[in-house]
């Protein structure tokens, strides 16, 4: 009995090492580091990517990188401003390290000269961005809605959460593929150096209407007539 029990753990844990094993021989793993090629320091924050995928990656602050992925990709591209960029023939499915030696670029700026003259006086007067201003705030009680007989306006409202820099082996499992159309678009504009992925968006749209005599107000949501809007996933 317990020598049945013992060899089905065995076939058990043999399957589990040889899936692992096939799964991980079918990723495309590579790893090194981007150094300046003349002065042979290390290039902190330089852009490693798969061409024509959403795959990629920057150096660390010892201008190391690691990257991978599932996809069958052949070329590695590496670009920094102020380099030219650097583009590596790879072989999919296996495990690589490619270092780099980033060239810089030959276009050098001419020597510019600043002086400094004497700063004229700012003046308020006949500014008409001031002046406008200042009309602002003199009605700003005019310009409340309280202080009209009717008001109606529309209010959006949108909220957002997302994972930074999620990292290439989560983004690779199997049930995150059907939510692979998120993951190609990530977000990296918001926050410099930072991938945004999100994972919840709620966008609403309202309208607003208030009464002054005899006083009400009121909140229609969704949007009525043609203006109902809803975004979530």
Request: aromatic fraction near 14%.
């Amino acid at each position: 009995m317990d020598f049945t029990y013992n060899y089905k753990k065995l076939l058990l844990f043999c399957f589990f090492i040889l899936s692992v094993s096939i799964l991980h021989a079918q990723n495309t793993d590579v790893s090194g580091v981007v150094i300046d090629a003349v002065t042979k320091k290390p290039l902190p924050f330089v852009a490693v990517s798969f061409p024509g995928t959403a795959y990629g990656v920057n150096t660390d602050n010892n201008g190391k990188y690691v990257i991978s992925t599932t996809l069958s990709v052949n070329r590695l591209k590496v670009s920094f401003l102020g380099y030219k960029d650097a583009t590596f023939t790879i072989k999919p499915n296996t495990e690589q390290v490619i270092n780099v030696k980033l060239v810089p670029s030959s276009n050098q700026l001419q020597e510019v000269t600043v002086r400094s003259g004497k700063k004229p006086k700012y003046r308020n007067k006949d500014n008409p961005a001031v002046e406008l201003i200042r009309k602002v705030i003199e009605n700003r009680e005019k310009n409340r809605p309280q202080s009209y007989p009717y008001v109606e306006y529309k209010e959006y409202d949108k909220m957002q959460f997302s994972f930074a820099n999620l990292k290439k082996s989560v983004m690779d499992k199997k049930w995150l593929q059907k939510y692979n159309f998120v993951l190609q678009n990530r977000d990296s504009t918001t926050v410099p150096g930072t991938y945004l992925t999100p994972i919840f968006m709620d966008e609403k749209l309202t309208q607003y209407y208030y009464r002054k005599e005899p006083e009400k107000e009121k909140n229609d949501y969704p949007c009525p007539k043609g203006g109902k809007f809803r975004s979530r996933y």
